[in-house]
C-alpha cells in the first residue's frame, strides 16, 4: 500500500465550479500537510499547509484535514481557467516528506 | 528576493555522458533537497541536506549519482553515466531549517537522455 494515494484525473470542470481534491495516507505519523499548485513545465509552488485537522482558509482556497480518517481535502471556489494545474498533496512527519502523484485539472471557460 | 535557481532548464545527452544540474537556494535557507519527477509522478527525494550536510541520501542511486554543497549555499547534482530511464526533471528546494514542512522549489532541469 502506497503511503498516499491521489487520484491523478485528469478533472475537468467549468468555471465558476467548486473543485474538490483529495488525499488520502495510511502512516498517523504525518504531522503537515501541504497542497502545492504546478503548472506545466514550472516547479511546484507551496498554495497551503496546515497542521491540525480542520479547514484552513485562503481567499478561494480551503484545505480540509482530517486525521482520524487520515484524509485530506483541498477545495476550489469559483474556480477559473488559471487554477487549470496540477496539484499535489505532500505530508510531513519527523525526516519525512512525500509527494502525491497530482490531480491534473482544467477548468474550463 | 530571488527564487530558487536552477540551471540549465533542459539538457539532451546520450547514455553513458555524464551530466552535472546546478541550483542555488534561497538566500537564508539551510535545507537543500534534491528531488526527481518522472512524468504523471510527484516529486521524489534524492537527497537533503542541512548546510553542507547530506543528511538523507538513502534515496539517492549512489553507484551513478553523487551531489555535493560544500559551502553550504549552492549545489551541484551528477550522474555519470547517465542511463536511459534518467529522464525526468530534477528539482531542487530550500527551506529553512525549522520549516521544513514550506518549501520553495525551483523551476527544475529537464533531462533527456537518448
Known amino acids: 500500500q502506497k503511503e498516499v494515494e491521489q487520484d491523478p484525473g485528469p478533472l475537468s470542470v467549468p468555471e465558476g465550479a467548486i473543485v474538490s481534491l483529495n488525499c488520502t495516507y495510511s502512516?498517523?505519523?504525518?504531522?503537515?500537510f501541504m497542497w502545492y499548485r504546478q503548472y506545466s513545465r514550472k516547479g511546484p509552488e507551496l498554495l497551503m499547509y496546515t497542521y491540525s485537522s480542520g479547514n484552513k482558509e485562503d481567499g478561494r482556497f480551503t484545505a480540509q484535514v482530517d486525521k482520524s480518517s487520515k484524509y485530506i481535502s483541498l477545495f476550489i471556489r469559483d474556480s477559473q481557467p488559471s487554477d487549470s494545474a496540477t496539484y499535489l498533496c505532500?505530508?510531513?512527519?519527523?525526516?519525512?516528506?512525500?509527494f502525491g502523484t497530482g490531480t491534473r485539472l482544467k477548468v474550463l471557460a | 528576493e530571488a527564487g530558487v535557481v536552477q540551471s540549465p532548464r533542459y539538457k539532451i545527452i546520450e547514455k553513458k555522458q555524464p551530466v552535472a544540474f546546478w541550483c542555488n537556494p534561497i538566500?537564508?535557507?539551510?535545507?537543500l533537497y534534491w528531488y526527481l519527477q518522472n512524468l504523471g509522478q510527484g516529486p521524489e527525494l534524492l537527497i537533503r541536506?542541512?548546510?553542507?550536510?547530506?543528511?538523507?541520501d538513502s534515496q539517492l542511486p549512489k553507484d551513478r549519482f553523487s551531489a555535493e554543497r560544500l559551502k553550504g549555499v549552492d549545489s551541484t547534482l551528477k550522474i555519470q553515466p547517465a542511463e536511459l530511464g534518467d529522464s525526468a526533471v530534477y528539482l531542487c528546494?530550500?527551506?529553512?531549517?525549522?520549516?521544513?514542512?514550506?518549501?520553495?522549489f525551483g523551476p527544475g532541469t529537464r533531462l533527456l537522455v537518448l
Open positions: 538566500s537564508g535557507h539551510n535545507t
Open positions: 541536506y542541512e548546510n553542507e550536510e547530506a543528511v538523507d
Open positions: 505532500a505530508l510531513a512527519g519527523t525526516y519525512k516528506y512525500i
Open positions: 502512516n498517523s505519523a504525518f504531522q503537515y
Open positions: 528546494a530550500s527551506s529553512l531549517s525549522i520549516q521544513q514542512e514550506t518549501q520553495y
